[in-house]
């Protein structure tokens, strides 16, 4: 049964009760039955009046079920996803193996309290230690909104112990990193914050890549920075090598935590495992973010700290009911130990020069459509459109691929690291034709 659940401490009116159920169908939709039913229409139907309005969702289409690069709707068409739920599956829908591992795990221990040790996560938090240069610990959370209010907690930590002033946090245009009150604060678009100000005060925003501003803005008080490798809603931007080397200089000269946020562009998508390899010559970093691929598309977040960070850190300073849990650390398990292989990296490297090629072709043939093609590497790409990328990802859509959007013009492709040449080549054309079309010459 469907009902709107009315809290019992507040006084409210039984017409304006009566006025909502009405406006929202309430008769109609409890009589909806969703068991063995293939209508997308009564589904979304029952949705619009039960789940928030808090996303712009694609409308008339419901997914079922989905295998590697594919998606598969209630009507049996079938959609490949250039999105992998935002940078999530890395391997592609229903992995075999990384379904495999799931059904291992179910069937021993799904979930444990955190006052307990657990195999699958001592095992994951290891083998993401030896795969890093610069981190001693790790600290899981379920999601990448977590993982970084959680570095945000540890630095400002780690700034009061050193004095009760140093509680500023420098972070940058255009970059993301959450939802929740802390790391929305350090989120830049004006859309996301300013109808939940006040936020986190303290707070200050450096032009990426732009030296000059963050010299005038990091300072004493300041206990630490997030920064983005590469920019992942902020349309792809990544921070040059010359940029990070100073940043890290005024990071030591301040005595600043240094948090490198990887949760989109991270494991594997940039052909690197780590997105910040590019600097490794140039700066250290005191704590780097992860969440989204981590573990193939089950949720999990994770913090990885040197142990200065994690000597501070004391039994009850932090916590989580979730986080670390044996199953969905299992299948990160699974995940990441594949992503890790040199020769997946190796493949994923070439694909993302075969993709990017293949746009520098088109851009050239047709003039007036793609000013730029971003990317570092790998399968993260931001395709800048001379005009709104909706128009590229609506195009796309009709012909049963899924994209999105990376800020107003960006187009990001972000496909599963597993994806194939034949799929490469299906969105080939696809932008091909769209700019075809769209070309001023």
Same mark, same amino acid.
């Given at each position: 049964?469907?009902?709107?659940?009315?809290?019992?401490?507040?006084?409210?009116?039984?017409?304006?009760?009566?006025?909502?159920?009405?406006?929202?169908?309430?008769?109609?939709?409890?009589?909806?039955?969703?068991?063995?039913?293939?209508?997308?229409?009564?589904?979304?139907?029952?949705?619009?009046?039960?789940?928030?309005?808090?996303?712009?969702?694609?409308?008339?289409?419901?997914?079922?079920?989905?295998?590697?690069?594919?998606?598969?709707?209630?009507?049996?068409?079938?959609?490949?996803?250039?999105?992998?739920?935002?940078?999530?599956?890395?391997?592609?829908?229903?992995?075999?193996?990384?379904?495999?591992?799931?059904?291992? !795990?179910?069937?021993?221990?799904?979930?444990?309290?955190?006052?307990?040790?657990?195999?699958?996560?001592?095992?994951?938090?290891?083998?993401?230690?030896?795969?890093?240069?610069?981190?001693?610990?790790?600290?899981?959370?379920?999601?990448?909104?977590?993982?970084?209010?959680?570095?945000?907690?540890?630095?400002?930590?780690?700034?009061?112990?050193? #004095?009760?002033?140093?509680?500023?946090?420098?972070?940058?245009?255009?970059?993301?990193?959450?939802?929740?009150?802390?790391?929305?604060?350090?989120?830049?678009?004006?859309?996301?914050?300013?109808?939940?100000? $006040?936020?986190? $005060?303290?707070?200050?925003?450096?032009?990426?890549?732009?030296?000059?501003?963050? !010299?005038?803005?990091?300072?004493?008080?300041?206990?630490?920075?997030?920064?983005?490798?590469? !920019?992942?809603?902020?349309?792809?931007?990544?921070?040059?090598?010359?940029?990070?080397? *100073?940043?890290?200089?005024?990071?030591?000269?301040?005595?600043?935590?240094?948090?490198?946020?990887?949760?989109?562009?991270?494991?594997?998508?940039?052909?690197?495992?780590?997105? *910040?390899?590019?600097?490794?010559?140039?700066?250290?970093? #005191?704590?780097?973010?992860?969440?989204? /691929?981590?573990?193939?598309?089950?949720?999990?977040?994770?913090?990885?700290?040197?142990?200065?960070?994690?000597?501070?850190?004391?039994?009850? #300073?932090?916590?989580?009911?979730?986080?670390?849990? /044996?199953?969905?650390?299992?299948?990160?398990?699974?995940?990441?130990?594949?992503?890790?292989?040199?020769?997946?990296?190796?493949?994923?490297?070439?694909?993302?020069?075969?993709?990017?090629?293949?746009?520098?072709?088109?851009?050239?043939?047709? $003039?007036?459509?793609?000013?730029?093609?971003?990317?570092?590497?790998?399968?993260?790409?931001?395709?800048?459109?001379?005009?709104?990328?909706?128009?590229?990802?609506?195009?796309?859509?009709?012909?049963?691929?899924?994209?999105?959007?990376?800020?107003?013009?960006?187009?990001?492709?972000? $496909? /599963?690291?597993?994806?194939?040449?034949?799929?490469?080549? !299906?969105?080939?054309?696809?932008?091909?034709?769209?700019?075809?079309?769209?070309?001023?010459?």
């Amino acid at each position: 049964m469907f009902r709107k659940v009315i809290p019992t401490n507040i006084k409210v009116n039984n017409n304006l009760i009566k006025s909502y159920y009405s406006t929202n169908n309430y008769n109609e939709i409890k009589k909806i039955k969703l068991k063995n039913n293939n209508n997308p229409e009564d589904w979304i139907k029952v949705h619009d009046n039960v789940i928030m309005n808090t996303y712009g969702r694609v409308p008339n289409i419901i997914f079922k079920e989905g295998k590697d690069s594919w998606l598969t709707d209630m009507k049996n068409d079938k959609y490949l996803d250039f999105g992998a739920g935002i940078a999530v599956n890395a391997l592609g829908h229903s992995n075999d193996g990384w379904v495999r591992s799931i059904k291992k !795990q179910v069937g021993k221990l799904t979930h444990l309290s955190n006052l307990y040790y657990n195999e699958p996560a001592i095992e994951l938090a290891k083998s993401l230690i030896d795969n890093s240069q610069f981190f001693d610990k790790v600290f899981f959370a379920n999601t990448g909104t977590e993982a970084n209010e959680a570095a945000l907690k540890f630095a400002k930590k780690i700034g009061l112990s050193k #004095d009760p002033n140093k509680t500023e946090i420098v972070a940058f245009t255009n970059g993301f990193s959450g939802r929740s009150m802390g790391s929305l604060s350090v989120t830049h678009k004006a859309k996301y914050r300013e109808i939940y100000g $006040p936020l986190v $005060p303290g707070v200050h925003f450096a032009k990426y890549n732009d030296i000059d501003s963050i !010299q005038q803005i990091i300072n004493k008080n300041t206990c630490a920075i997030i920064i983005e490798p590469v !920019q992942g809603e902020g349309g792809l931007e990544a921070a040059t090598p010359e940029f990070m080397k *100073h940043l890290y200089k005024l990071c030591k000269k301040n005595d600043v935590v240094m948090i490198v946020d990887e949760v989109q562009c991270g494991i594997g998508r940039t052909g690197q495992l780590w997105a *910040h390899s590019r600097f490794a010559k140039h700066f250290k970093p #005191d704590i780097m973010t992860l969440a989204k /691929p981590l573990a193939g598309g089950l949720p999990i977040g994770a913090v990885l700290v040197n142990d200065t960070i994690a000597a501070a850190i004391k039994p009850g #300073d932090h916590g989580t009911t979730f986080g670390g849990g /044996p199953l969905v650390c299992a299948a990160a398990n699974y995940t990441f130990n594949k992503i890790a292989k040199k020769k997946f990296l190796e493949e994923v490297r070439e694909k993302g020069k075969y993709i990017t090629d293949k746009l520098e072709d088109i851009k050239s043939k047709y $003039p007036g459509v793609i000013s730029e093609i971003r990317t570092v590497g790998g399968l993260f790409i931001g395709i800048k459109l001379t005009h709104p990328a909706s128009k590229l990802v609506q195009f796309a859509l009709d012909r049963k691929v899924l994209l999105i959007s990376a800020g107003e013009d960006v187009v990001r492709l972000c $496909p /599963p690291l597993t994806v194939t040449y034949p799929e490469i080549d !299906q969105l080939i054309t696809i932008i091909d034709e769209y700019s075809k079309l769209n070309s001023k010459h």
